[in-house]
């Protein structure tokens, strides 16, 4: 005797930002389906996958519909599971695998081909602005999280609001910087409000490890289109080297509730914080901490760079100087993803840290995020 089987099969539902995820399968077909509330982003979701589709690998959208309270999205699930599935999962390693060489390779072939197709200089109007223009916008993220909220930059470690920065130097790791917190604010605001044309490709726009599947895909489209190439290599860069294996497990983990593997791997990418202290007599903040980076996020960071940004910026801006073109896409990563102000002390002064580094006129991003404590391959 047999017994039937269900027609229907409902996953978890996972939370992920302001959307929910859940897996399904009807009548065998394996589906992914998207509820999002805001009715705009799921429009933009819709039109940047038709956008990727004509050069990128993925998944289908069988179907999208109205449903109280915001829109649902079907689409083509693929083959995934606990710990695997996606690019995060090969990060999520000891040493970096065949594989992952490999997935790097087509990764980089893939943009490398496109961006050169699709690059033209963009009025900043026509491109994707939420990552960037939306946020540094009044009553964009800037505004929201640091308008009028004067925060110490590390409490019980270093007792100086953060509007007073300008008045210390900052000795870090034995380098000297000078970082002042309304100066950055303005030029940043500045920077993404002038009308002077950006390169611009056709991208996915939010290129993280967890949007990347594996075998290689593309999740997440409602960033999808012409978006600033400059932004493009940023936030893949931070991503690798920051936020997916220290600041995103710590602060939003939920979001890897499929990949715990994330989390044993956490400590090979937490900075370690090992001195901070205030020299009254020099007026001098003193900050030591050591960077640290898997080997697997190393070679990632170092293949992103070395096959993808390196050709790019060689055909488009052959005179140019990088650190400039991507410096204001890595302060707004530093400041418009998470409010500084919450996070703790030892996680905020790192990332002051961070950002007094990339606002120094010594920054280059070629060893910027591979940290140079991490015996990273040639940049």
């Not at 999280?145 to 004067?150: A, E, I, L, P, R």
């Not at 590390?154 to 870090?172: E, T, W």
Request: charged share 20%; glycine share 6%.
């Amino acid at each position: 005797m047999t017994t039937a089987r269900s027609p229907l099969r409902i996953g978890p539902v996972r939370r992920f930002t302001h959307n929910l995820l859940c897996s399904i399968d009807i009548f065998g077909q394996p589906l992914l389906l998207k509820y999002t509330r805001n009715p705009a982003e799921a429009r933009e979701e819709i039109r940047g996958h038709a956008r990727l589709a004509r050069h990128y690998r993925v998944p289908a959208l069988h179907a999208h519909l109205r449903v109280p309270g915001g829109r649902l999205l079907a689409y083509e699930r693929l083959p995934g599971g606990t710990d695997r599935g996606l690019l995060l999962d090969l990060l999520n390693a000891s040493e970096p695998s065949s594989d992952l060489h490999a997935y790097m390779d087509r990764l980089t072939t893939a943009y490398r081909e496109v961006i050169l197709s699709t690059a033209w200089p963009t009025d900043p109007a026509n491109v994707i602005r939420k990552l960037y223009w939306e946020r540094a916008a009044p009553g964009g993220r800037l505004d929201t999280y640091y308008t009028g909220n004067d925060f110490r930059v590390a409490d019980g470690l270093v007792d100086v609001p953060v509007s007073r920065l300008g008045s210390y130097a900052l000795n870090i790791n034995g380098r000297r910087h000078h970082l002042d917190w309304a100066t950055t604010l303005r030029r940043l605001r500045a920077h993404f409000a002038t009308a002077e044309p950006v390169w611009a490709a056709l991208t996915q726009g939010d290129p993280t490890d967890v949007n990347l599947a594996h075998p290689l895909a593309w999740f997440d489209y409602d960033t999808a289109g012409m978006n600033s190439i400059h932004g493009e290599f940023t936030n893949f860069l931070w991503y690798a080297s920051a936020l997916g294996g220290w600041l995103v497990p710590a602060y939003n983990p939920t979001a890897f509730a499929d990949h715990p593997a994330t989390f044993a791997h956490a400590p090979a990418n937490t900075p370690e914080l090992r001195r901070a202290f205030i020299d009254r007599t020099t007026s001098a903040i003193h900050i030591d901490y050591a960077p640290r980076l898997s080997t697997p996020r190393q070679a990632v960071v170092t293949a992103y760079w070395n096959q993808l940004v390196r050709p790019v910026a060689d055909r488009l801006w052959p005179s140019a100087d990088l650190a400039n073109l991507l410096r204001p896409y890595l302060v707004m990563r530093i400041l418009g993803v998470y409010n500084l102000a919450d996070l703790a002390p030892e996680d905020r002064l790192v990332l002051i840290a961070r950002l007094a580094e990339a606002m120094s006129p010594a920054f280059n991003p070629a060893t910027y995020f591979c940290p140079l404590e991490s015996p990273c391959p040639a940049l």
